[in-house]
């Protein structure tokens, strides 16, 4: 009979050692491939953001360029008395003895020759205002023409054409003896056009005009003609009226600058003599204002250029103050022209050269060489040059210069603005009117980013350091593993409610408590100190039935009594010695202005989101010190403080400091309560009173509205990248005295 043999059913037995090294090899190589991928792809999204955010800002610090168009022969009919390009920077348009010309600089042709109405037999010996739309022509009679000229466009076939427009002109008699006009100036003021001639050497014309409605009845019109003298050495030989005919400035021939006052149309007073040039016995030869009228640009005979500003001292009459000094031109200067869009300007000089500059900054971008020629002009947008000689050779540049108020100087130092005593650090992006000048300091915001972060972690430091030592050593482990999750959790409030209780509760009341709150820090300690004291002197029978390290929960009390006390301490403080008022006291006697939202507001807020993470990084560091290191000083006789404080916390050392520049840094990125809780106002000043603007609350505040490719745009990119620069040197230099403290203590 066959013999059969069943299939046992029995399981199979422990697979070989052999292959189970294999499978955990494999297991380890792989982990440790997709960690290392894991790295890889963090430090190359990183490395991407770096690159983003860098190339968004390089094109700040392009210089300016020009490039050379080709040039045109246009007949000038003469020397022009003054040339212009329209805002399409299509028509070149100048003026001549004879009128107004108009040629195209596509080719160069002749578009149409104006002589305005009501000329007469006279000619026209002077001109300004070009770029106004009003040009004032003076006379050889004593008038002066003012004509208005426009620039209507149509589109056909999607071609744009303009057509030059001169409207009618109205006459304005100057000098009743009918001298010629020598120069001429004129402004459309709000309260009525003024305008001005030099008639001789020294003496000069000025009518004033000066229309109101009534409610009922007709209008009525004043005109006032004074006829002013001036204490110039030598002659005059140049004039300038600002925008709202308050100030008119007169060059003369040997550096002296007149100011007339114009505010009483009446009677215009001389109100200063300035000398602008460096040396004695150079003459003004070219004054004009920038855009907005606040800076006058002054340019003499050896070619020297200059800005000016009228400032006023307190209780002084304003004075003519130089603010910039702009490179020198190898020649006299013939020519200026202001940009319409920012504050940059030119100036060219009787040998052809032209020089690009910009006023804020008082630097000098680019410069240009003509063949020859007298002077240039700037299309309004500033983005091309003209400029043309006797003969009537007009060369033109198309010029690239979109971010001329960036530069490191203006960015990173002190900067004489318009309408300041003095070169200040100002971030304002914006303004109210088309002349506003940008002020793109970003040292304020740097000073606040720190100023925030500093108040934030000197409250959170000790806080955090003091709660991770007791937590580790001194607390019973029952009651720790119930505290530290509830610390822990506290990092994942969204900064944003944090924010807004600052904004809106914390501030408030903290207002009302501030003597308080800087008595608490001497109060509280003492409050312990008397506690721990009392605790000392209570019997051991009683204390025998707590558990060690749970008397913490007795101080509760005691730190709740220690802040009312502290409350009403600071209330009578506040009446006895602070004339009942803090914030007079503050102002009258320290000169401190309390603001509801400032830095201690800030700093408690911003230092309750820290202190989680720095809790909970140094109390594991300090948990994970080895047993046996305070085994071994406890069995030598130290002291459970002694242990804590000389064996195990220069033992967590390394991961202490980790933890306090973890926390610096989610100060230093901080946002929403950066946002919320200050008035975001970019002030210098380290008064705890004050608020401030960081770095990233400025870019949450500017970016939604910054023009994309926009200066404004970039330089917010720039404080990105200063933010990641800070960051990245911060945590480096964290991260190589954490690894020099880990190799100092390794062998305890």
Not at 634 to 656: D, E, F, H, K, Y
Request: hydrophobic letters at 50%; charged letters at 15%.
């Amino acid at each position: 009979m066959p013999t059969t043999t069943a299939q046992s059913d029995a399981p199979e037995g422990p697979r070989p050692a052999a292959e189970t090294r294999r499978r955990r090899l494999f297991a380890d190589r792989l982990a440790r491939r997709v960690v290392t991928l894991g790295g890889l792809l963090i430090i190359a999204s990183i490395l991407g953001i770096f690159v983003v955010i860098a190339a968004e800002t390089y094109p700040l610090f392009r210089p300016a360029s020009a490039t050379p168009l080709a040039p045109l022969a246009v007949s000038l009919d003469g020397t022009p008395l003054a040339v212009a390009v329209d805002e399409y920077g299509e028509v070149l348009y100048w003026v001549s003895a004879s009128g107004i010309h108009f040629a195209s600089l596509r080719d160069g042709a002749l578009i149409a020759t104006r002589t305005p109405a009501g000329m007469d037999s006279a000619t026209i010996v002077a001109a300004s205002g070009l770029s106004t739309g009003t040009v004032a022509l003076g006379l050889s009679d004593g008038r002066a023409l003012l004509v208005p000229v426009s620039f209507p466009h149509s589109y056909v076939a999607g071609s744009r054409t303009v057509a030059p427009d001169v409207g009618t002109p109205s006459s304005v008699l100057l000098d009743p003896a009918g001298r010629a006009i020598r120069l001429v100036a004129h402004s459309t003021a709000s309260r009525g056009p003024v305008t001005a001639a030099a008639l001789s050497a020294c003496e000069i014309a000025i009518v004033s005009v000066s229309e109101t409605k009534p409610l009922i009845g007709a209008p009525v019109r004043e005109e006032w003609r004074q006829t002013v003298t001036l204490p110039v050495e030598g002659e005059i030989t140049a004039l300038a009226i600002d925008e709202r005919g308050e100030q008119l400035y007169a060059g003369g021939s040997t550096g002296q600058i007149v100011r007339v006052a114009l505010s009483d149309p009446a009677s215009p007073r001389v109100a200063g003599v300035t000398l602008a040039p460096e040396r004695a016995g150079v003459g003004v030869s070219v004054l004009g204002f920038l855009l907005g009228d606040r800076t006058l640009i002054v340019g003499d005979t050896a070619g020297g250029v200059s800005s000016w500003q009228l400032l006023r001292g307190e209780g002084e009459e304003a004075t003519l103050t130089r603010v910039h000094r702009f490179a020198r031109h190898a020649a006299a200067v013939a020519a200026f022209a202001a940009s319409q869009r920012d504050k940059g300007f030119i100036t060219a000089d009787r040998s052809g050269h032209v020089a690009l500059r910009y006023g804020t900054t008082g630097q000098t971008l680019l410069r240009v060489d003509s063949d020859g020629g007298a002077s240039a002009t700037l299309a309004p947008k500033g983005d091309s040059i003209v400029a043309w000689n006797a003969a009537g050779g007009v060369a033109r540049w198309s010029v690239a210069n979109p971010h001329p108020e960036a530069t490191l100087p203006s960015l990173f130092g002190k900067v004489w603005y318009e309408g300041y005593d003095a070169p200040a650090y100002v971030w304002q992006s914006t303004g109210g009117t088309d002349d506003f000048e940008a002020k793109l300091s970003l040292v304020p915001l740097v000073f606040g980013t720190v100023k925030g972060t500093f108040y934030a972690l000197i409250f959170a430091i000790p806080i955090a350091l003091s709660a991770a030592l007791y937590t580790s050593q001194f607390m019973h482990p029952t009651l720790c593993r119930a505290i530290k999750p509830m610390v822990e959790i506290m990092a994942a409030l969204p900064s944003v409610v944090l924010g807004f209780i600052a904004g809106l509760w914390l501030a408030p009341a903290m207002e009302r408590v501030i003597p308080a709150v800087f008595l608490m820090p001497l109060i509280l300690p003492a409050a312990i100190l008397i506690a721990y004291t009392a605790w000392r002197l209570v019997p051991g029978r009683i204390t025998a039935h707590l558990h060690a390290g749970s008397e913490a929960v007795l101080l509760v009390p005691v730190v709740l009594a220690a802040a009312a006390l502290s409350v009403c301490a600071g209330r009578w403080l506040e009446q006895s010695f602070l004339s009942g008022d803090y914030r007079s006291w503050l102002s009258g006697a320290l000169g401190l202005t309390y603001d509801q939202r400032n830095s201690l507001v800030v700093g408690f807020a911003m230092g309750f989101a820290v202190i989680p993470i720095i809790f909970t990084i140094a109390e594991d560091s300090l948990s994970n010190v080895p047993p046996h290191l305070a085994a071994g000083s406890l069995a030598l006789g130290a002291t459970r403080w002694q242990t804590a404080v000389r064996i195990v916390l220069p033992t967590a050392s390394p991961g202490i400091f980790s933890a306090v520049m973890i926390g610096f840094g989610r100060a230093v990125g901080e946002t929403m309560i950066v946002l919320m809780a200050t008035g975001n106002t970019p002030l210098m000043d380290g008064s705890p009173f004050n608020g401030f603007r960081a770095l990233s609350a400025n870019i949450a505040v500017e970016m939604p509205e910054a023009p994309a490719g926009g200066t404004l745009y970039r330089v917010l990119f720039l404080a990105a990248l200063l933010l990641f620069a800070m960051t990245f040197v911060v945590n480096t230099l964290a991260e190589l005295v954490r690894l020099r403290l880990r190799r100092r203590y390794r062998y305890l």
